[in-house]
């Protein structure tokens, strides 16, 4: 092995506490004679690899959207969706510099189209959800078929369907973007590849997903071979109205508000297969108790305002702005004068089907 490695030991975290450290100079000769093999020392870096408890590279974090938003449009007049292929705006969890990474498994940017523009057709092994911030007339085509995007909404980019975005509207569009890329690299199981054209035929009315799979009615003999929801866009309006209507007379949550995950109606999972979605509503004057779980998870507002301790941070959030609760870190909520509605994403819905999760209510 000739690239020097820095192991978890070398920081102090990897090395077996019962190696007497004093014989460890007598073993360097052996080390060294191992390493001409690409053969290592486990005791030396075990308690790094098998940790006592997560140990987040990511750190909490919220961003302002009155201080990114100028950003965002100051990236339209450096570049044009065209040139961009997505004029996107990574997320960098401070604790994660230069890799494109909000938490350690996902990603998040705010992608902005203008009227008139139109992100190319291109697919990707990867899959994404939009998650939309602000603008109208502005629609995502998946598969053959044109949704168009409302604050609020959440619209799923199922793993290798063709799909461009355009705006059809005069005024910008800005969405959250969450991309599961960093899990299908960590796989190494990525493919893409662009649309020998601009944009690919809609070949599907608009709605067509909706009324197959939106109202509790499935086509008999449809056959799904995926597991990612056949809806791919949860509009707000019907979201909202579903928070509203079930806190006038469910029980709310301590940790959570009233908190609704959304579903594939084919297999009652989660609406994609590597992506945990959630929307909450914490009512005005609630305060959450504290809680954790393994699932680091980016929070964007949607309404309202409050305050979040993450860890020992404290976050004073309003409409738009992003928080990321790394995993195992301790999370309590808190609202004063409105209502607040957050949107939630988080790498649960692998932590699910590999027995992963786990959460500590307090
Ligand atoms: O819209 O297809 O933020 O492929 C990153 C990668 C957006 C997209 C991103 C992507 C897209």
């Known amino acids: 092995m000739n690239s020097p490695t820095t192991t978890p030991s070398d920081d102090g975290t990897g090395l077996v506490p019962t190696v007497n450290r004093d ?24 308690h790094g690899l098998v940790t006592e ?52 498994s996902l990603f998040a940017g705010f992608q902005i189209i203008l009227p008139g523009e139109t992100a190319p057709a291109h697919r990707h092994v990867a899959s994404a959800l939009r998650f939309i911030i602000e603008g109208r007339d502005a629609y995502t085509a998946v598969g053959g078929e044109k949704t168009m995007m409302l604050p609020g909404d959440f619209v799923i980019t199922p793993s290798w369907t063709w799909h461009d975005h355009g705006n059809v509207g005069s005024e910008p569009m800005i969405w959250l973007d969450g ?30 997903a909706m009324a197959e799979a939106g109202t509790n009615l499935l086509p008999v003999d449809q056959d799904y071979g995926t597991l990612t929801s056949p809806i791919f866009n949860y509009p707000y309006d019907r979201t909202r109205e579903a928070l509203d209507r079930l806190s006038r007379f469910r029980e709310i949550s301590p940790w959570h508000g009233h908190k609704m995950r959304y579903v ?46 993450v860890g020992d941070q404290v976050f004073h959030w309003g409409p738009h702005d992003l928080f990321v609760v790394p995993s195992w870190t301790t999370v309590q909520h808190a609202t004063a004068t409105d209502d607040a509605v957050l949107f ?19």
């Open 264 to 309: 594939n109606p084919v297999n009652g999972g989660w609406a994609m297969p590597t992506i945990a979605t959630c929307m909450q509503l914490l009512p005005k004057g609630f305060e959450s108790r504290p809680y954790r779980s393994t699932d680091s998870t980016v929070f964007t507002v949607v309404e309202g305002h409050g305050t979040s301790r």
């Open 23 to 46: 014989a460890e100079a007598g073993r360097a000769g052996f080390y060294e004679r191992a390493r001409s093999q690409h053969l290592a020392p486990l005791w030396r870096v075990l």
């Open 53 to 104: 408890t997560p140990q987040p590279r990511c750190v909490p974090a919220h961003w302002r959207y009155e201080d990114v938003r100028p950003f965002v449009m100051e990236a339209c007049h450096q570049i044009s969706t065209e040139e961009a292929e997505r004029r996107v705006l990574v997320f960098e969890n401070p604790g994660l510099p230069g890799q494109s990474r909000i938490t350690q």
């Open 344 to 362: 939630s994403y988080s790498d649960r819905a692998v932590q699910d089907k590999l027995d992963l999760f786990r959460e500590e209510k307090l």
């Open 179 to 208: 991309l599961d890329m960093h899990i299908v690299n960590l796989l190494a199981a990525s493919f893409r590849e662009g649309y020998p054209g601009k944009v690919h035929p809609v070949d599907r009315p608009e709605g067509a």
